[in-house]
């Protein structure tokens, strides 16, 4: 089985650390792993903001990076979720196909396709869980809070293999953070109110760290707790699931 | 008048912000909805297949509306029903004045109705010499504010117990200062039973529209449209064309979902079904388009039409919550109101799709299954495409499709200070990127993880070497 490392742009630029623990610990976990070099982005913010026509350059690299690969995996799930849900391509239809349907957030890699049990993993903290969106209701990484089904929960499952990790419970399971894309400056105010109550969720609920699948929504929050001066970090959750191998 | 709002929804939005106490409250007063929504459900072991089965229902009504709506007229006819058709808002507000006119009426008592505000039917009547009063308690509040209802179900729910206490000191003498919610509704039900005595003609809006018998069901918890209709020599009932059932035992399935999903009540308080007019009096029934037929024909959103304006999207959308109905400048707010005003008028409405940030929790709460948020994405699509863009975003989102489409670019980017810093739209470093009046970025790196696997793999080749 070969894997193909994906780490989404900003991820590469701002958090190489997250980006590197999911490739560790990918490689200790027995998986051959490659990263294509020459990827840039799954062109997610044009899309989202109406340019899904100029998307076409993005996907066409995407499934030249990555077409060689059995998996291709990313620690970002909403960069997962728009390959899934738009890669396309004309001239290449069964090649975005496979790329569709081979790619996978690290969680669901984890659970779903290693099938891992457990982790030698420690993180003597108390940390709250922030449930991405896409992960949550595009990837379903978890139960969503709105529906009359069965919990459960991919992350979580995860993180209570790492010892002496104590997570903390929220008032609002699941509610959005309010990243967005490129809603985060064009909303501003809605954002960042949106940001700051999620914020205190957690820091109420007594959390160290604010984990997540995804590094966009991090980013905001990260943002909102330096203003404030909060002790409170953002950590990704590969970067907790690597911790102390 | 109403209010004029010309500014668009983040504008409207962040003006609504800066009393944060107040939007705590709000968001609190909408999320403790929810939650009542989310335990009522719960008490419901079928409850997705209740979901599933609206939204079947709701497929084939918009799919066979054409043979449903003549099915319907048929059996209003035949119970003794004046039917009326109304291609449009005007086309709508004149048959209703026309109604009034014909009996030497000046005076007309509505209750909750979404589709005459979108017609803006008082406004309307007003001009032409006729008063309305709204007998919904929440629309009353908004009409003596001369405001537009900020939510389809909960009219005034941005406004405080002390805020409307003070309107009524204003507007109907009650004492200054008194704001206990019960002696408020008092002096509302004593204003409001005198206008049921007097008034001769009542509106009500339509819940849902039997195709099978042609009667129709109007659901209210103040029973104010029953108490309007039942005094009224005229009775009137403005639907829009998609509130059809098929058959009577399809309510078994709606009226199940509608107060759950709306207030999490197990149903409304009344659920009333009208079929004939009584002995002596005159009942009407206005079919409106006003843009249905038109939203029908585009695929993508179609499915829109199968709202029973619950308003739970409303309820769970963190961005309504935090930033008020009023917000989004039009009668249906919140992420229904977004997909559905686009429809309407592409270029006013264009900023809607993107008050949002596509959390995809109003398609896991809507009692027909829309899929909203996916809708939102696509709305976003067709406004750009038809050009409805700022020219500011169109050119960054053409230089950041370059720049990616390219990995040689990227990189050099990448390198040369962090090519990102200057053109991804929530990091770019200036005092004018909206991200720092409130965020820091984080610090950039010494080398990006390409850097740094590049480097890893060259020392492990020379290792090998």
């Given at each position: 089985m ?23 610990l ?6 051959n ?17 109406g ?17 060689s ?17 738009h890669?396309?391509?004309?001239q290449?239809?069964?090649g ?5 349907k ?7 890699f984890?659970?779903?396709v ?11 903290h108390?940390?709250g869980?922030h449930?991405?969106?896409h992960?949550?209701?595009g990837l ?10 069965p ?19 929220l ?12 809603f ?5 105010a ?8 999620r914020?205190?969720?957690h820091?109420k609920n007594?959390a160290e760290?604010?984990?997540?699948s ?5 980013m905001?929050l990260?943002?909102i ?12 959750i590969a970067?907790?699931?690597n911790?102390?191998? | 008048?109403k ?9 409207l ?5 800066r ?23 719960k ?6 297949a ?8 709701k497929s084939n009504?918009?799919s ?7 099915q ?8 003794g029903?004046?039917?009326?058709w ?7 507000n004149?048959?209703?004045y026309?109604?009034?006119k014909?009996?030497?009426l ?8 979404m589709?005459t505000e979108?017609c ?12 309305v ?20 179900v909960?009219?005034?729910i941005h406004?405080?117990?002390e ?9 109907l003498?009650?004492e ?9 509704t ?9 206008v049921f ?6 509106l009500?809006g339509?819940?849902?529209?039997v ?12 029973g ?7 005094l009224?020599?005229?009775?009137i009932a ?5 509130k059809?059932?098929?058959q ?6 709606f ?11 197990p ?6 079904h ?5 002995p002596?009096?005159e009942?009407h ?7 249905r037929?038109?939203q ?11 709202c ?13 919550r ?8 039009n ?5 229904i ?14 900023d ?9 929790s ?6 027909v ?17 038809e050009?409805?863009a ?5 050119l960054?989102?053409k ?10 670019t990227?990189?050099?980017?990448g390198?040369?200070?962090?090519w ?5 739209p ?22 990006s ?6 480097r ?5 080749e020379?290792?090998h070497?």
């Amino acid at each position: 089985m070969t894997v193909g490392l994906f780490i989404p742009c900003y991820v590469n630029q701002f958090y190489p650390d997250a980006a590197k623990a999911t490739l560790q610990l990918l490689r200790k976990l027995g998986v051959n792993v490659a990263y294509p070099l020459k990827q840039t982005c799954c062109g997610q913010p044009m899309a989202n903001s109406g340019f899904e026509n100029l998307t076409q350059p993005c996907d066409d690299l995407f499934i030249e990076n990555f077409s060689s690969f059995d998996y291709i995996v990313a620690p970002s799930a909403s960069c997962v979720l728009h390959i899934k849900d738009h890669l396309h391509s004309p001239q290449n239809a069964e090649g975005a196909n496979k790329i569709r349907k081979g790619i996978y957030e690290l969680v669901e890699f984890l659970t779903d396709v290693l099938k891992i049990e457990k982790l030698d993993a420690v993180f003597p903290h108390k940390v709250g869980l922030h449930h991405s969106c896409h992960g949550l209701r595009g990837l379903h990484l978890s139960q969503m809070s709105e529906l009359n089904a069965p919990p459960f929960s991919k992350p979580q499952q995860l993180l209570s293999m790492v010892r002496e990790l104590e997570q903390v419970s929220l008032d609002r399971a699941d509610e959005c953070c309010g990243f967005g894309g490129t809603f985060c400056v064009a909303e501003e105010a809605v954002s960042v109110k949106m940001g700051k109550d999620r914020v205190t969720d957690h820091t109420k609920n007594g959390a160290e760290y604010i984990t997540s699948s995804d590094l966009s929504c991090l980013m905001h929050l990260q943002g909102i707790l330096h203003r404030n001066k909060s002790a409170v970090k953002v950590i990704h959750i590969a970067e907790i699931l690597n911790a102390g191998l | 008048m109403k209010k004029e709002i010309k500014k668009d929804h983040a504008d409207l939005a962040e003006a609504f912000i800066r009393d944060e106490e107040r939007v705590d409250w709000h968001d609190g007063a909408l999320w403790f909805i929810r939650e009542k929504r989310d335990r009522a459900s719960k008490q419901i072991p079928e409850w997705e297949a209740l979901r599933e089965a609206a939204s079947a229902v709701k497929s084939n009504v918009i799919s066979n509306l054409h043979a449903y709506l003549l099915q319907f007229e048929e059996n209003l006819i035949k119970n003794g029903v004046i039917v009326h058709w109304a291609d449009n808002a005007e086309e709508h507000n004149e048959i209703v004045y026309s109604i009034l006119k014909a009996k030497g009426l000046n005076q007309l008592v509505k209750s909750k109705s979404m589709l005459t505000e979108e017609c803006q039917l008082n406004e309307y009547l007003h001009e032409r010499g006729i008063e309305v009063i709204n007998s919904d308690l929440g629309e009353y509040i908004q009409q003596i504010d001369n405001e537009p209802p900020s939510h389809i179900v909960l009219p005034c729910i941005h406004k405080r117990k002390e805020e409307i206490g003070e309107l009524f000191h204003t507007h109907l003498g009650t004492e200054k200062g008194l704001s206990d919610p019960t002696l408020l509704t008092r002096v509302a039900r004593k204003h409001l039973r005198n206008v049921f005595i007097t008034r001769r003609a009542a509106l009500t809006g339509v819940n849902f529209a039997v195709a099978e018998t042609g009667e129709y069901v109007v659901c209210t918890n103040e029973g104010n449209a029953d108490m309007g209709a039942h005094l009224s020599d005229v009775q009137i009932a403005s639907m829009g064309l998609e509130k059809i059932v098929p058959q009577k035992k399809h309510l078994g399935i709606f009226l199940r979902l509608l107060a759950r999903s709306a207030t999490g009540q197990p149903i409304t308080i009344y659920s009333s079904h009208y079929r004939k007019p009584r002995p002596g009096q005159e009942m009407h029934l206005i079919l409106v388009n006003a843009g249905r037929t038109n939203q029908l024909k585009r695929p993508d959103f179609r499915d829109s039409l199968k709202c029973i304006k619950c308003g739970a999207c409303m309820n769970t959308c963190p961005v309504y919550r935090k930033s008020g109905g009023l917000s989004y400048h039009n009668t249906i707010s919140g992420p229904i109101g977004a997909i559905l005003a686009p429809n309407l008028d592409m270029k006013k409405h264009a900023d809607l799709p993107y008050a949002s940030t596509l959390c995809g929790s109003c398609s896991n709460v809507c009692p027909v299954k829309i899929n909203i948020h996916e809708q939102l994405y696509k709305w976003r699509q067709v406004i750009v495409k038809e050009g409805y863009a700022t020219q500011t975003k169109a050119l960054g989102m053409k230089a950041m499709a370059w720049t990616f489409s390219s990995p040689a670019t990227f990189t050099t980017a990448g390198k040369a200070g962090r090519w990102f810093l200057h053109n991804i739209p929530f990091v770019v470093n200036n005092k004018f990127n909206p991200w720092y009046k409130q965020r820091d970025m984080p610090e950039g790196p010494k080398e990006s993880f390409s850097e740094w696997y590049e480097r890893e793999e060259k020392k492990k080749e020379q290792q090998h070497t």
